[in-house]
Structures are given as structure tokens and as C-alpha cells.
């Protein structure tokens, strides 16, 4: 069997040429503004710096400016909530992203939640999660967002399939079980307190990897015939999910690096375009 190779990076790229082609319009529109990502990076990972340093790269190659702000480890819960409140009153800002995670003694939620909703282009607040688990407008979270995007471009079908995901994490695991439910799949999500987890997985006609563990996920729990989704992301471009001898007997497989991450800065960049369309529209 061939495997569909799910090529996010090529997909993102295609999107980013329609992306600029819409912040191109917005700058004509407005006399020469662009949509505005604000990021957010509290302490000094320097994964973390590398991921919205990407993210703020990605903006630039769509023409759109970003707002990036740079916080000290030691910045109390009250400091970033002042900070995001504050941008949420800024009209120059169509979109945040608080980048994952804050130090411990942050209260991570409390920020993530103080969020406008209509600039929570990350979709991490808790309204914006309800809002998308019943069906209704909001931005889903970014990471299963640009996984379903993906799945889509490759009109992978799923209506009824067994959709195994293993993780439930607030922005990755939890929302993805919601998207694919919203999409008929029969969801069936797994945890550190999951027993028997090999045996699930093998049921999974789609499985998606967001344990944050490398190669975690054994290719010989993997059904031929699955579709095979990593969201996990490890130096040295390792995924959750032992992929090299899968890549023969799966219906389709999301390559590391080069599928899901680029999908995810593609998602977090067009919501952005889409909150600043809106406010033109609503003149907010
Ligand atoms: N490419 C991208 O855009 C992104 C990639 N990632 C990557 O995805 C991965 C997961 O990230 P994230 O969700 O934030 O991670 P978290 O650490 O927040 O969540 C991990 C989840 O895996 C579960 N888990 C841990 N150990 C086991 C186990 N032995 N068996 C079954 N489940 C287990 C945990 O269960 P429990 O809830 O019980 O603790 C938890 O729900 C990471 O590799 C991360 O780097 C994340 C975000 C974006
Ligand atoms: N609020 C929040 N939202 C997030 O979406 C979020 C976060 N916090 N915290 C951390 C994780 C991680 N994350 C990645 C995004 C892109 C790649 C990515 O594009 N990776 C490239 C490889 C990049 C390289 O060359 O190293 C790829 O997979 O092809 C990876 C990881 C988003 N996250």
C-alpha cells in the first residue's frame, strides 16, 4: 500500500499565498494597516522563543505584522492578566497567542481565559472550547484546528471511523476528540490512567499521537489501513508515534517534522486574518 504522505508544510504554503492575497486587501481597505498577531512569551525556554519566533515569521511572510511581547520568568498572574487586558482593549490587535507553557506559578488558565473571544485566534479559552464542542462560531484550538484543515485538503473521509486520540491536554488532545466528534468519527480518548492502551490504539481506524513522549505510540499498535496523525514534536524532528515502519501499510501518515507544525502556525495566521476581516466589517 501507498500511503498518502499528509504534507502540512505544502499545504500551509499554498494557504499562505491565498493569506497574503487577503492581507493584501486589508491593507488596501484600511490605508496601509495589517492585521496584527500579538504573541506573548513569558520566561526565557528557548523552545518556546523558537516556536513564536516562528510564528512571528510566518506572519511576515503573509505581509502581516506582529506585536511581540517578551516577559520576564518571575511576571506574576496579575502582570499578565494587566498585559492581556490591555491588548484586548487595543483595536491594532486582531489576535493573541500566549504561548504554552507559562512558568508554574503562573495561573496558565486564568490568562489563557482573559482573552477576548473574538481575538482568541489561538483558541485556547474556555468559552472558545464550549463554543466549538456545541457547534458554534469560535476559533478552535490551533493544533487540532490545522489537523483537521490537513485531514481535509487530503479528503480523508471520516463519518464513522473509530478516531483514537491519546492525550487530553487543554489545547491539543481534549479539543482534537471534540473536532473529530463534531465530525462523526466515534471518539475514544486516552490518558496516562488509560488501561490496556495498545489494544485501543489497534481499534483506531484514525489515531492521533499527543502524548508528548517520543515514540511513544508503537507501530505495531497501528492497524494497516489507519490514518496516522502526529502532533507531537520532539528535537531532532521525533514525533509521538513510531512512524518509520508504518509508512507502508497506513492509508496516510502526517510526516515529523513537516506535517502537523506547520498546519498549526497556518491555522493561528488565518484565524488572524479572518478576526481582522471582521472587525473592518463591524468597524471594531
Ligand atoms: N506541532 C504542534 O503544533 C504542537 C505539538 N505539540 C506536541 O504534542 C505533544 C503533546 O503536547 P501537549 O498536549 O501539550 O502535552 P501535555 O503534556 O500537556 O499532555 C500530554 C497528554 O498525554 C497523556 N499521557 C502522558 N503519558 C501517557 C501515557 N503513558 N499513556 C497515555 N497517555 C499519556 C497525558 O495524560 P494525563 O492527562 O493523564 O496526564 C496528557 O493528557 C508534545 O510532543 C508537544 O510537543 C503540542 C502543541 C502543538
Ligand atoms: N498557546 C500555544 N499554542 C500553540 O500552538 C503552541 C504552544 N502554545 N506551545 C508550544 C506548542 C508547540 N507548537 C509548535 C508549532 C509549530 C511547530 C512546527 O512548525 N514545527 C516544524 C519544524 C520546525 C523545526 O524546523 O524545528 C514541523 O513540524 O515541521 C512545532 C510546534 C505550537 N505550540
Excluded at 498585559?83 to 490568562?111: F, K, M, S, T, W
Excluded at 485566534?121 to 463554543?131: A, E, I, K, Y
Amino acid at each position: 500500500m501507498t500511503a498518502i504522505i499528509l504534507d502540512g508544510k505544502a499545504v500551509a504554503a499554498r494557504t499562505e499565498e491565498e493569506l497574503a492575497a487577503r492581507v493584501a486587501r486589508f491593507k488596501g481597505a484600511t490605508g496601509g494597516r495589517t492585521p496584527i498577531l500579538a504573541t506573548i512569551l513569558v520566561g526565557d525556554d528557548p523552545a518556546s522563543a523558537t516556536y513564536v519566533k516562528m510564528k512571528a515569521n510566518a506572519c511576515a511572510r503573509v505581509g502581516m505584522d506582529s506585536l511581540r511581547i517578551e516577559l520576564p520568568a518571575s511576571t506574576t498572574t496579575d502582570e499578565l492578566l494587566a498585559q492581556i487586558l490591555a491588548l484586548n482593549r487595543n483595536p491594532d490587535v486582531h489576535g493573541i497567542l500566549l504561548q504554552h507553557p507559562v512558568p508554574a506559578h503562573i495561573n496558565e488558565r486564568a490568562c489563557f481565559d482573559a482573552i477576548s473571544g473574538h481575538i482568541d485566534v489561538d483558541g485556547v479559552t474556555s468559552l472558545g472550547f464550549g463554543r466549538m464542542t456545541m457547534g458554534e462560531s469560535a476559533y478552535g484550538s490551533a493544533t487540532p484546528g490545522g489537523i483537521m484543515r490537513l485531514l481535509a485538503a487530503y479528503g480523508i473521509e471520516l463519518p464513522g471511523k473509530h478516531a483514537v486520540v491519546v492525550g487530553r491536554s487543554p489545547i491539543l488532545g481534549k479539543p482534537m476528540a471534540m473536532m473529530l466528534l463534531n465530525a462523526d468519527c466515534t471518539v475514544t480518548i486516552c490518558h496516562s490512567r488509560t488501561v490496556n492502551l495498545p489494544d485501543l490504539v489497534k481499534q483506531a481506524d484514525v489515531v492521533v499521537g499527543a502524548v508528548g513522549k517520543p515514540a511513544f505510540i508503537k507501530a505495531e499498535w497501528i492497524k494497516d489501513g489507519a490514518v496516522v496523525v502526529d502532533a507531537g514534536y520532539h528535537p531532532g524532528g521525533i514525533g509521538d508515534i513510531e512512524l518509520a515502519p508504518l509508512t507502508h501499510r497506513v492509508a496516510a501518515y502526517t510526516p515529523v517534522p513537516g506535517g502537523v507544525g506547520p498546519m498549526t502556525i497556518n491555522t493561528l495566521i488565518a484565524n488572524c486574518v479572518d478576526s481582522a476581516e471582521k472587525a473592518l466589517e463591524q468597524k471594531r
